[in-house]
């Protein structure tokens, strides 16, 4: 059976046409056709549900997509030792994980658990939970040349060898497929609370620091803030029926706000409509990110938060947000952007650490075949 | 003068005569680490007091072609700090400033040879912690903890260094300093923090870290459950675990544990007991109070034939204080004895507890068991006299069969300890050669002269220099294959 098929008209990566499609069904299958792209010196672009396919930068030259269409299912789910091993094609949303979840918030419909850790994504309970490099515990991968390789395992705790899970983590694809990840799980809370306030943005500040002040241990904190107006404040709290009640009425009582079952609809949605940026600055610095004259969303309680650029003015907005991050101590990272923007703009701003970076994909991908260009600095 | 003294005399002027050790007699202080088996006078000792001085003792080395280890606290056990004959010891004892601490950020910026409890310490006034507690957390050092992933008790519920170190300053085993990650959340690129946390020393060495302070839970609550049998402390474990509490920590001891803390430290646990379970749940009180009482109700319908409470902190600490001074305490019933470190899936825990107690026997040598059994993490204490012929050569096998069940068991071969020197040989047991090759990639990244700690976490070290890349026979020109 051929390794690969003809790409279609749709099998493009921001704008790029691909030659051939190939969908293995296996680690295995995987390896075969990594060899045979590293044979014949195929540019390579792995594809999952295509969610995120139109961010990063368009790769500098393109042959084969790897989708993992195929490469999905549970492997196995322990119970008992609240972990799972999934295929990486295998969507985020409507895992069937009785009493328990695997607490990654899908961010994009159709994201795949393979797309979830290349992009590095998370959503408004990475607070509670921590990201993708907290709960993965294991990964499958398959270089460029083809070689199958492991790190990590299935416990835990596990400290034996270097956990590549880390370095494969919100990497692109830029150095290899993976094929399959093995996840920390936790128990689903039995009950939950949102307590919602709406306020001035220069009150945002205040009541961030009456969240944090308050012994509620939140699992979300999140803010939708647009681009002008009165900003909502939302907090969540997970846990016992008891517990829940308790934490939400100590919410309500320092905010002076009202609770609520329902999650708001912009609840974990990106705010952008066509470019996006993604906007980081230390706890007490959150607030210097509001008042942009951009619409604001994200996790205000951990200091990550979404904007929507606005594309006829997106360069001056990309550097200003941009600036006021970093002169706040973070980051400003621009996740997705039409081409006619991102040509005129730097998606990635600084890197600290980028000759080590490079090596790293050097020694990983020496024939730069693997999504080259989307990434950090060109890699 | 050889490399070594070129080297002493080169770091004595630019750094000062009283930071670079070569006395024999002084160098022999730090011949070892916490696994005191191993031993190695080092070829050189550093003491850095910054950043600036750590790097250019590193340049020095790459200058000179020298080996070089990092050591803080010297409290490891698995090897990871023990020096190299004809290398240099880089210990980072005088870099112990606490840089800063942020409360309203929910960080403090600390040096590498920071005690742990002392960053607890510190973000104390103002309602915060540190929360990875390593056994050893009163003397071991923030700079060792990063490059072992340190784990402790109450990983279970917080996680272990890497989920709580969210940047530091390293110098690169080029000479050069580095920043990795940040104050805030996901710096753009790789994530090589994440991988440099638990590399055990060989990709640099942290010379600033920035960790998480967490909150002060408002409520603790430990209770101590005495079990006929490990079984039923076991099968309590997988109750409270699949009832969806997740406590701050569960830790087990088996019966052989209990006498040994009992003569050393006298924390009066249950006479009679076949395991004691120390179950501790923190968080908002209502919380904590809901969750309690589950756990209370599960433990006594698994077995428990009788519960305490800590009435007070003073009760809880004397709890605890048999369990972290179970190591030691072993001491007490035996001259010598090995610390094994291995995980197995939680549920395995009877079972695994019986293989090794089958192994106990057919070798004739004592096994102790104490765990953190929340994540099923096993620290089997393997007993011996050295003094006995023979019985030091039983002690590792045992030990080494413990080892090949946590890999028959899906688990691994160090939940917290590290790899270092001890365990390197068994990294092939756990993964595949291909595994092993793939992981050095990121070695050869960072360090493609193998200068930083060589020996320590990989059997076979890679030489960087071949890059594997399939080539087509014609791709090459001919001339360029001779």
Redesign the interface.
């Given at each position: 059976m051929a390794l690969w098929t003809a790409a279609t008209q749709a099998d493009t990566v921001g704008g790029v046409p691909a030659r051939f499609v190939a969908a293995p069904a296996s680690t295995a299958e995987a390896a075969e056709v990594l060899r045979a792209a590293a044979d014949d010196d195929l540019a390579v672009v792995v594809r999952g549900g295509g969610s995120k396919l139109d961010w990063g930068l368009p790769p500098r030259r393109l042959d084969l997509i790897v989708d993992t269409r195929n490469l999905t299912g549970v492997v196995e789910h322990a119970a008992g030792d609240l972990i799972m091993v999934v295929r990486a094609g295998t969507p985020l949303a409507g895992l069937d994980l009785p009493g328990q979840q695997l607490a990654l918030d899908p961010s994009l419909p159709g994201a795949t658990i393979g797309g979830t850790v290349a992009a590095n994504t998370s959503g408004p309970r990475r607070l509670a939970y921590g990201t993708v490099r907290d709960l993965l515990i294991g990964i499958t991968v398959v270089r460029p040349g083809g070689m199958v390789a492991r790190s990590g395992g299935k416990v835990v705790k596990n400290v034996a060898g270097y956990d590549l899970g880390k370095l494969f983590t919100g990497s692109y694809g830029t150095l290899g497929l993976i094929t399959e990840c093995a996840f920390r799980l936790h128990p689903r809370p039995a009950a939950r609370a949102l307590v919602v306030r709406t306020a001035p943005a220069d009150r945002i500040g205040a009541l961030l620091a009456a969240v944090r002040a308050e012994q509620v241990v939140p699992a979300a904190v999140e803010i939708d803030a647009p681009a002008d107006g009165p900003v909502t404040l939302a907090v969540l709290v997970e846990g016992t029926p008891a517990g829940v009640r308790d934490r939400a009425a100590t919410l309500c009582k320092a905010l002076g706000a009202e609770e609520t079952d329902e999650l708001p609809p912009w609840w974990g949605a990106y705010p952008w409509a066509r470019a996006g940026m993604k906007l980081t600055a230390p706890l007490s610095r959150v607030p210097d990110l509001l008042s942009c004259g951009v619409a604001l969303r994200g996790s205000a309680g951990t200091g990550v938060l979404y904007a929507d650029v606005p594309v006829d003015t997106a360069p001056a907005v990309v550097e200003r947000l941009r600036a006021t991050a970093i002169r706040a101590g973070g980051h400003g990272v621009v996740l997705t952007a039409p081409q006619h923007v991102r040509e005129r703009i730097d998606m990635w701003g600084p890197v600290p650490g980028l000759e080590l970076m490079r090596r790293v994909k050097d020694q990983f991908d020496p024939g730069h075949r693997f999504a080259p260009g989307r990434f950090v600095g060109g890699i | 003068m050889t490399t070594l003294e070129r080297l002493a005399v080169a770091l004595r002027s630019g750094l000062g005569a009283d930071r670079v050790i070569s006395d024999r007699q002084e160098l022999r202080t730090y011949e070892c680490d916490g696994l005191a088996h191993y031993r190695v006078t080092p070829g050189l000792v550093v003491l850095p007091r910054d950043a600036a001085e750590c790097a250019r003792t590193v340049r020095a080395c790459v200058e000179a072609d020298v080996p070089f280890v990092a050591r803080g606290s010297g409290t490891g056990l698995s090897g990871g700090a023990l020096p190299h004959a004809d290398g240099v010891l880089i210990v980072t004892s005088k870099m112990r400033a606490i840089v800063e601490v942020?409360p309203?950020?929910?960080?403090a910026v600390v040096e590498p040879g920071v005690i742990n409890l002392h960053v607890t310490h510190a973000a104390t006034p103002a309602g915060y912690y540190y929360a990875p507690d390593p056994s050893s957390q009163q003397i071991c050092s923030i700079g060792g903890n990063v490059a072992?992933?340190s784990?402790g008790a109450h990983?279970l519920k917080y996680?272990?260094t890497?989920?709580h170190v969210i940047g530091a300053q390293i110098v690169?085993p080029d000479g050069d300093l580095?920043?990795?990650g940040?104050?805030?959340?996901?710096?753009?690129?790789?994530?090589?923090l994440?991988?440099f946390?638990?590399?055990e020393g060989t990709l640099g060495i942290a010379t600033r870290v920035t960790v998480r302070l967490t909150?002060l839970?408002?409520s603790v609550r430990t209770l101590l459950a005495a079990f006929g049998t490990t079984d039923q402390a076991g099968a309590a474990t997988?109750a409270i675990?699949?009832a969806?509490?997740?406590p701050a920590a569960v830790e087990m001891m088996d019966a052989l544990a209990i006498e040994a803390a009992e003569a050393a430290v006298a924390c009066g646990y249950p006479a009679g007991a076949g395991a004691v379970l120390i179950v501790e749940l923190d968080?908002?009180?209502?919380?904590?109070?809901?969750?309690f009482e589950q756990v209370t109700a599960l433990c006594e319908q698994n077995g428990a034939f009788e519960l305490r409470i800590a009435a007070d902190p003073a009760e809880r600490a004397l709890f605890w204080k048999g369990r972290k001074s179970a190591f030691a305490a072993v001491g007490r019933i035996s001259p010598d004895y090995i610390v094994q470190d291995g995980?197995?899936?939680?549920?395995a825990l009877p079972e695994v507890l019986h293989r090794i107690g089958e192994v106990s026997r057919a070798h004739g040598v004592r096994v102790a068991n104490v765990f953190?059994a929340g994540?099923?993490?096993l620290h089997p204490l393997v007993l011996f006299d050295d003094g006995v012929p023979g019985q030091a050569e039983r002690a590792e096998e045992v030990s080494g069969a413990i080892i090949d069940l946590c890999i028959e068991y899906?688990?691994?071969?160090?939940?917290?300890?590290?790899?270092g020197m001890d365990?390197a040989k068994y990294?092939p047991r756990?993964?595949?050669a291909?595994?092993?090759?793939?992981?050095q990639?990121?070695?050869?990244?960072?360090d493609p002269a193998g200068l930083a700690n060589p020996g320590k976490?990989f059997p076979t070290p890679r030489l960087c220099g071949e890059?594997?890349?399939?080539r087509?026979a014609t791709e090459a020109d001919p001339a360029e294959l001779f």
């Amino acid at each position: 059976m051929a390794l690969w098929t003809a790409a279609t008209q749709a099998d493009t990566v921001g704008g790029v046409p691909a030659r051939f499609v190939a969908a293995p069904a296996s680690t295995a299958e995987a390896a075969e056709v990594l060899r045979a792209a590293a044979d014949d010196d195929l540019a390579v672009v792995v594809r999952g549900g295509g969610s995120k396919l139109d961010w990063g930068l368009p790769p500098r030259r393109l042959d084969l997509i790897v989708d993992t269409r195929n490469l999905t299912g549970v492997v196995e789910h322990a119970a008992g030792d609240l972990i799972m091993v999934v295929r990486a094609g295998t969507p985020l949303a409507g895992l069937d994980l009785p009493g328990q979840q695997l607490a990654l918030d899908p961010s994009l419909p159709g994201a795949t658990i393979g797309g979830t850790v290349a992009a590095n994504t998370s959503g408004p309970r990475r607070l509670a939970y921590g990201t993708v490099r907290d709960l993965l515990i294991g990964i499958t991968v398959v270089r460029p040349g083809g070689m199958v390789a492991r790190s990590g395992g299935k416990v835990v705790k596990n400290v034996a060898g270097y956990d590549l899970g880390k370095l494969f983590t919100g990497s692109y694809g830029t150095l290899g497929l993976i094929t399959e990840c093995a996840f920390r799980l936790h128990p689903r809370p039995a009950a939950r609370a949102l307590v919602v306030r709406t306020a001035p943005a220069d009150r945002i500040g205040a009541l961030l620091a009456a969240v944090r002040a308050e012994q509620v241990v939140p699992a979300a904190v999140e803010i939708d803030a647009p681009a002008d107006g009165p900003v909502t404040l939302a907090v969540l709290v997970e846990g016992t029926p008891a517990g829940v009640r308790d934490r939400a009425a100590t919410l309500c009582k320092a905010l002076g706000a009202e609770e609520t079952d329902e999650l708001p609809p912009w609840w974990g949605a990106y705010p952008w409509a066509r470019a996006g940026m993604k906007l980081t600055a230390p706890l007490s610095r959150v607030p210097d990110l509001l008042s942009c004259g951009v619409a604001l969303r994200g996790s205000a309680g951990t200091g990550v938060l979404y904007a929507d650029v606005p594309v006829d003015t997106a360069p001056a907005v990309v550097e200003r947000l941009r600036a006021t991050a970093i002169r706040a101590g973070g980051h400003g990272v621009v996740l997705t952007a039409p081409q006619h923007v991102r040509e005129r703009i730097d998606m990635w701003g600084p890197v600290p650490g980028l000759e080590l970076m490079r090596r790293v994909k050097d020694q990983f991908d020496p024939g730069h075949r693997f999504a080259p260009g989307r990434f950090v600095g060109g890699i | 003068m050889t490399t070594l003294e070129r080297l002493a005399v080169a770091l004595r002027s630019g750094l000062g005569a009283d930071r670079v050790i070569s006395d024999r007699q002084e160098l022999r202080t730090y011949e070892c680490d916490g696994l005191a088996h191993y031993r190695v006078t080092p070829g050189l000792v550093v003491l850095p007091r910054d950043a600036a001085e750590c790097a250019r003792t590193v340049r020095a080395c790459v200058e000179a072609d020298v080996p070089f280890v990092a050591r803080g606290s010297g409290t490891g056990l698995s090897g990871g700090a023990l020096p190299h004959a004809d290398g240099v010891l880089i210990v980072t004892s005088k870099m112990r400033a606490i840089v800063e601490v942020a409360p309203q950020d929910e960080r403090a910026v600390v040096e590498p040879g920071v005690i742990n409890l002392h960053v607890t310490h510190a973000a104390t006034p103002a309602g915060y912690y540190y929360a990875p507690d390593p056994s050893s957390q009163q003397i071991c050092s923030i700079g060792g903890n990063v490059a072992e992933n340190s784990g402790g008790a109450h990983c279970l519920k917080y996680g272990f260094t890497v989920n709580h170190v969210i940047g530091a300053q390293i110098v690169t085993p080029d000479g050069d300093l580095v920043e990795l990650g940040g104050r805030a959340p996901d710096t753009p690129g790789y994530d090589l923090l994440g991988a440099f946390v638990g590399s055990e020393g060989t990709l640099g060495i942290a010379t600033r870290v920035t960790v998480r302070l967490t909150r002060l839970p408002e409520s603790v609550r430990t209770l101590l459950a005495a079990f006929g049998t490990t079984d039923q402390a076991g099968a309590a474990t997988s109750a409270i675990i699949a009832a969806g509490v997740v406590p701050a920590a569960v830790e087990m001891m088996d019966a052989l544990a209990i006498e040994a803390a009992e003569a050393a430290v006298a924390c009066g646990y249950p006479a009679g007991a076949g395991a004691v379970l120390i179950v501790e749940l923190d968080g908002p009180l209502a919380e904590v109070e809901a969750q309690f009482e589950q756990v209370t109700a599960l433990c006594e319908q698994n077995g428990a034939f009788e519960l305490r409470i800590a009435a007070d902190p003073a009760e809880r600490a004397l709890f605890w204080k048999g369990r972290k001074s179970a190591f030691a305490a072993v001491g007490r019933i035996s001259p010598d004895y090995i610390v094994q470190d291995g995980v197995i899936p939680r549920t395995a825990l009877p079972e695994v507890l019986h293989r090794i107690g089958e192994v106990s026997r057919a070798h004739g040598v004592r096994v102790a068991n104490v765990f953190h059994a929340g994540d099923g993490n096993l620290h089997p204490l393997v007993l011996f006299d050295d003094g006995v012929p023979g019985q030091a050569e039983r002690a590792e096998e045992v030990s080494g069969a413990i080892i090949d069940l946590c890999i028959e068991y899906g688990g691994s071969i160090t939940g917290e300890h590290g790899v270092g020197m001890d365990k390197a040989k068994y990294m092939p047991r756990m993964f595949t050669a291909d595994d092993l090759e793939t992981m050095q990639l990121l070695r050869c990244a960072f360090d493609p002269a193998g200068l930083a700690n060589p020996g320590k976490v990989f059997p076979t070290p890679r030489l960087c220099g071949e890059v594997p890349r399939r080539r087509k026979a014609t791709e090459a020109d001919p001339a360029e294959l001779f």
